[in-house]
T-cell receptor, first 112, second 118 residues
Framework: ELKVEQNPLFLSMQEGKNYTIYCNYS?????LYWYRQDPGKSLESLFV?????AVKQEGRLMASLDTKARLSTLHITAAVHDLSATYFC????????????FGKGTKLSVKP | SAVISQKPSRDICQRGTSLTIQCQVD?????MFWYRQQPGQSLTLIAT?????????ESGFVIDKFPISRPNLTFSTLTVSNMSPEDSSIYLC???????????????FGPGTRLTVL
């Protein structure tokens, strides 16, 4: 059974600090997503990672994928308050696009 | 990227009643997906809606409780039947598409329908 584990589940950071969110998955998958969700809102796609060693960056966020270790990381650089949200990683199940297994999410709070 | 709209955006319903949620996409898509997000939880796939055939349900979800329609390639409905407070969740419609700036498909989500059952 495909499982996705994120840690930490809660993260309180000060502005200007760096931190990493980890996402482990239990079986092979052909793509990994990172989403952001603001309270009361839907999911915003941040990154889709397809291959081993893939690295993508957007602003203060950088995501990477190690398919051999079944691990993805979301690195936050010099956090700002606007990054406060819940971040989910998700992987496709059995190569079936659309059928995603989600992690439990990491609730990030960035304090001044 | 696909633009997805849902109706209603939120509703408060009485136990035992049913609610139909609509999902409209601005482009034709082969498959549409319905997810549930229970309060404070992650997302779980309910079913895949294919045009012209029966929806495919995930383990733990049945057609009698969550009937789905898919009359064309841009529209789908999900009905939550005989509701109980445990059905209080956000229900999200999702499709696979690609951003104009990307050559890869990725999955997009609608704004969600926030359902509260009393």
């Amino acid at each position: 059974e495909l499982k996705v584990e994120q840690n930490p589940l809660f993260l309180s950071m000060q502005e200007g600090k760096n931190y990493t969110i980890y996402c482990n998955y239990s079986t092979t998958s052909d793509r990994l997503y990172w989403y952001r969700q603001d309270p009361g809102k839907s999911l915003e796609s941040l990154f889709v990672l397809l291959s081993n060693g893939a690295v993508k960056q957007e602003g203060r966020l950088m995501a990477s994928l190690d398919t051999k270790a079944r691990l993805s990381t979301l690195h936050i650089t010099a956090a700002v308050h606007d990054l406060s949200a819940t971040y989910f990683c998700a992987v496709t199940r059995g190569g079936s696009q659309g059928n995603l297994i989600f992690g439990k999410g990491t609730k990030l709070s960035v304090k001044p | 990227s696909a633009v997805i709209s849902q109706k209603p955006s939120r509703d408060i319903c009485q136990r035992g009643t049913s609610l139909t949620i609509q999902c409209q996409v601005d482009s034709q898509v082969t498959m549409m997906f319905w997810y549930r997000q229970q309060p404070g939880q992650s997302l779980t796939l309910i079913a895949t809606a294919n045009q012209g055939s029966e929806a495919t349900y995930e383990s733990g979800f049945v057609i009698d409780k969550f009937p789905i329609s898919r009359p064309n390639l841009t529209f789908s409905t999900l009905t939550v039947s005989n509701m109980s407070p445990e059905d209080s969740s956000i229900y999200l419609c999702s499709v696979v598409g690609h951003k104009r700036t990307s050559r890869y498909n990725e999955q997009f989500f609608g704004p969600g329908t926030r359902l509260t059952v009393l």
